[in-house]
């Protein structure tokens, strides 16, 4: 089945420096992908959809100069957190679709120390 | 008004037992449901998909909509310790497909032995 591939799946990071996660479509193309993110004990929220070769789409609330998405090709979106905070910290997870629904990604799990 | 809510929660329910989830949702638009299982530390994964009146069975499975009422339930037959974790309900936000999803706040069931 249509598999998405999130790296890493675990990072720590010092406050002020950026983080780079990516996500792939290992057995299929994604023209769309989606980023979530999920603090502990609530639900996922979206953050940006990420399209292929032209500029992200960011949810109300969501900085898109702190959270930098890169989609430049068929089956690679990238998230780089930017100067990470410790409220950063959180699950980061990616989607895209396959066949009739979303295939995650295994999630990020990010500390900003 | 929440787009998405569910029962809270937490749910405790005998092995064995039947494990009742329910999810109600404001936008009428709506046309497809999803049930997703998430593990403590895991991203989630599809159980289930609902997309008209009625239940819809798969194994000990058994989801439940109801569009007159913006309603939709996921029952658990035969519970198993292995089922205990994070459910959510999920649809698509208007005038989006299946790949973008709003979630709700999730319902933590656990199975006791």
């Known amino acids: 089945g249509a598999v998405v591939s999130q790296h890493p799946s675990r990072v720590i990071c010092k406050s002020g420096t950026s983080v780079k996660i990516e996500c792939r479509s290992l057995d299929f193309q994604a023209t769309t992908m989606f980023w979530y993110r999920q603090f502990p004990k609530q639900s996922l929220m979206l953050m940006a959809t990420s399209n292929e070769g032209s500029k992200a789409t960011y949810e109300q609330g969501v900085e898109k100069d702190k959270f930098l998405i890169n989609h430049a090709s068929l089956t690679l979106s990238t998230l780089t957190v930017t100067s990470a905070h410790p409220e950063d910290s959180s699950f980061y997870i990616c989607?895209?679709?396959?066949?009739?629904?979303?295939?995650f990604g295994q999630g990020t799990r990010l500390t900003v120390v | 008004q929440k787009e998405v809510e569910q029962n809270s929660g937490p749910l405790s329910v005998p092995e064995g037992a039947i494990a009742s989830l329910n999810c109600t949702y404001s936008?009428?638009?709506?046309?497809?449901f999803f049930w997703y299982r998430q593990y403590s530390g895991k991203s989630p994964e599809l159980i289930m998909s609902i997309y008209s009146n009625g239940d819809k069975e798969d194994g000990r499975f058994t989801a439940q909509l109801n569009k007159a009422s913006q309603y939709v339930s996921l029952l658990i037959r035969d519970s198993q310790p292995s089922d205990s974790a994070t459910y959510l309900c999920?649809?698509?936000?208007?005038?989006?497909?299946?790949?973008?999803?709003?979630f709700g706040t999730g319902t933590r069931l656990t199975i006791i032995p």
């Open positions: 989607s895209a679709r396959a066949g009739t629904g979303a295939q």
């Open positions: 999920a649809f698509p936000p208007r005038g989006f497909g299946n790949e973008k999803l709003t």
């Open positions: 936008d009428r638009v709506s046309q497809s």
